[in-house]
């Protein structure tokens, strides 16, 4: 198979370099061409110009004389490559192709290409090469001709023994039978990606089981694509996990345990500092993939750890990134999307970040739509989220005043780390706490109450 330059596990070839230009084309009522530019620089190209019509071809995605339009557009601008806001059908991106005289690439295409890039772990990676595959198998015919104006020539395509990936190709594309085994060949692969995923599953159900009969509670940050998640995460752990100013950074989920002396956060006595002798609980937060709309359905499975890890968590964090201009919907994709996977949606704490981007009537505007959000930006705001951590936490917990003898004061170190701890007095008789504890621990300290 010629080399391609791609990754190993990689299907779709590395763009070529004279491609980098792109011109973007939205069609339909709905055009995000503004998200679009972010998802195509997330991936280093460059816009040099952009297209839109508000009705929807079903042959070439924009009517016949938008097309023509487009060619000139593309020719003008020195453009190597054709971005579409939509998911195409082979046929359609055959036209779009033929019409604009460039390689055209879908909004599918180009987010399956950023989680190429950004899959770090082998979970991730898999899930992406699934994704890759269930993309081209309906495209298979179309692709020969793709991958070869994308790669240079170079396009070897997933699972192919290559030998019609070399001479002529070009013009006479692989024949019926070159087809069929292709396709076979990437059913099967696809097949043993879904075994090994599914090993990976099963491994990962024995940890969360493992994890969630802990007292500890567990926060999940979800949120729209670049909202601050992973910002959040390490400003609450002190984890030094990679934050970019790229969409999809983060395809991993990942759990922090945050204890009250862990972090960079500190509580420098003030209001929303503990009193003497409190003891804040350890929680866990998770951080997970970003949401975003239109998600392309060959993506789902690589959601399947975000929608696990939000449908484990005691306490959600949506975040979003308060200074976008399209702060509504992409609090609403949120939302919906975790309706509709039936989570029961109990304790969340909606934080709106990036505050300090926004202008005081801005700022004012947004709390007034958002009472019960808590503002964030990488210098202000966490001690007040904190708090509200902490509140989701105790109201999750029955709060009691007990008092432990001294004797048994292994039942007081069992309190720390697994109940808030409002308030600790030493008497002759033992140790009176005024505390608030899981509901499992409830039980156990009954005998104690004062
Ligand atoms: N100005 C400003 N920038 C922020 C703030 N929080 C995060 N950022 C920046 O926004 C970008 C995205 O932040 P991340 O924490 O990576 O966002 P994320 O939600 O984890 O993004 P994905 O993992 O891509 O879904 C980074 O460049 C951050 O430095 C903030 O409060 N203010
Ligand atoms: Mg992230």
């Not at 949606?345 to 505007?365: A, F, P, W, Y």
């Not at 292994?410 to 505390?435: K, P």
Request: net charge negative.
């Amino acid at each position: 198979m010629p080399s391609t330059g791609q990754r190993e596990y990689g299907v779709l070839p590395a763009l070529d370099g004279a491609l980098r230009g792109v011109v973007l084309v939205g069609a339909g009522e709905e055009r995000y061409l503004d998200e679009l530019a972010r998802l195509a620089q997330t991936l280093g190209l460059e816009v040099l110009g952009e297209m839109e019509q508000a009705r929807r071809d079903n042959a070439g995605y924009i009517g016949s004389g938008k097309r023509k339009e487009l060619r000139e557009l593309v020719r003008e601008v020195g453009a190597g490559m054709v971005i579409t806001d939509d998911e195409l059908t082979a046929s359609q991106a055959r036209t779009l192709e033929n019409d604009c005289d460039a390689p055209v690439v879908d909004r599918t295409e180009l987010i399956i290409r950023i989680f190429h890039e950004h899959a770090r772990d082998a979970p991730s990676k898999l899930q992406v090469e699934l994704a890759e595959l269930s993309y081209l198998l309906p495209r298979v015919r179309g692709m020969w001709r793709h991958l070869e104006r994308l790669g240079g020539g170079a396009a070897g395509s997933a699972g192919s023994s290559g030998s019609s990936a070399s001479g002529g190709r070009a013009t006479r594309g692989p024949g019926e039978q070159q087809l069929e085994y292709d396709r076979r060949q990437i059913r099967a692969r696809m097949e043993r990606l879904k075994r090994r995923l599914a090993e990976e599953e099963r491994s990962r159900a024995v940890r969360r089981s493992r994890l969630n009969s802990t007292e500890t509670p567990r926060i999940a940050l979800v949120g729209y694509t670049n909202a601050g998640k992973t910002t959040i995460l390490n400003a609450l752990s002190g984890a030094g996990r990679s934050t970019k100013d790229r969409l999809f950074e983060t395809l991993e989920t990942t759990t922090r345990l945050v204890e009250p002396t862990s972090g960079s956060y500190t509580t420098n006595g003030g209001d929303a500092g503990p009193r003497e002798g409190a003891h804040r609980p350890a929680f866990t937060v998770t951080d997970t993939v970003g949401f975003i709309r239109k998600l392309p359905t060959q993506l789902v499975e690589s959601f399947s750890s975000t929608l696990e890890a939000a449908s484990d968590a005691d306490i959600l964090l949506l975040c979003a990134d308060a200074s976008s201009p399209r702060l509504d919907e992409e609090v609403n994709t949120v939302r919906e999307t975790l309706a509709s996977s039936s989570l029961s949606l109990n304790h969340i704490i909606q934080v709106m970040n990036k505050k300090d981007l926004l202008s005081e009537g801005d700022l004012t505007r947004i709390k007034a739509r958002f009472p019960e959000a808590v503002f964030t930006d990488m210098h202000e705001g966490y001690e007040e989220l904190l708090g509200k951590i902490y509140e989701a936490i105790s109201s999750m917990r029955k709060r009691m005043e007990v008092l432990i003898p001294h004797e048994e004061y292994a039942e007081v170190a069992r309190l720390y780390g697994a109940a808030s701890i409002h308030s600790r007095e030493e008497r002759e008789s033992g140790v009176l706490l005024d505390v608030s504890v899981p509901a499992s621990m409830a039980g156990r300290y009954s005998r104690y109450l004062a």
